[in-house]
């Protein structure tokens, strides 16, 4: 398996090493402490303050936050710039599968490609293909890329 690579948040932290984290579950409690991206798999493990290690189930959890500090400000009101913009009907991506065939088009702009489905309908976007559509296995795929938007059919 390849090493996975550094990736730099906007404050230019490198995110793989030991940060805070406010973990929050699906039953609405939060949890802090201390953990790093390869910390993370079919659960997540932090470190508590106290030095303490709790694993906590990825099927329990809503999110992971990694956060500049504990004493974040609940009445803060995220800054969203795309709420005010009418979502897209499709998206265009680059998929490599496992054998290293390659397919580009579009797909629909919605749940399908994050559902616990086993798959997504993808449009061919060479017009000359014999293929119209695909039914792509989810786990078959390598790569997977967005390569842009698109507002009609």
């Known amino acids: 398996m390849a090493k996975p690579k550094m990736i730099k948040g906007p404050s230019n932290r490198n995110i793989d090493t ?32 106290n030095g303490n290690e ?5 099927k329990d959890l809503k999110a992971v936050f990694f956060v500049k500090a504990f004493s974040g400000d609940p009445a803060y009101d995220e800054v969203l710039f795309l709420r005010k913009e009418t979502p897209r009907p499709w998206l265009w ?13 579009k797909i629909k702009n919605n749940e399908e490609i994050i559902d616990g489905s086993d798959g997504f309908f993808i449009w061919f976007s060479d017009e000359f293909s014999n293929s119209e559509s695909v039914y792509v296995v989810k786990d078959f795929i390598r790569k997977f890329r967005i390569m842009g938007i698109g507002d009609r059919d």
């Open 54 to 58: 709790s694993t906590f189930p990825l």
């Open 93 to 105: 991506v680059h998929i490599e599968f496992e054998d290293g065939e390659k397919i580009e088009g």
């Open 18 to 49: 030991l940060g805070k984290v406010v973990i929050h579950t699906r039953e609405h409690k939060t949890h802090r402490g201390f953990s790093k991206r390869k910390f993370i798999g079919d659960g997540v493990r932090i470190l508590d303050e």
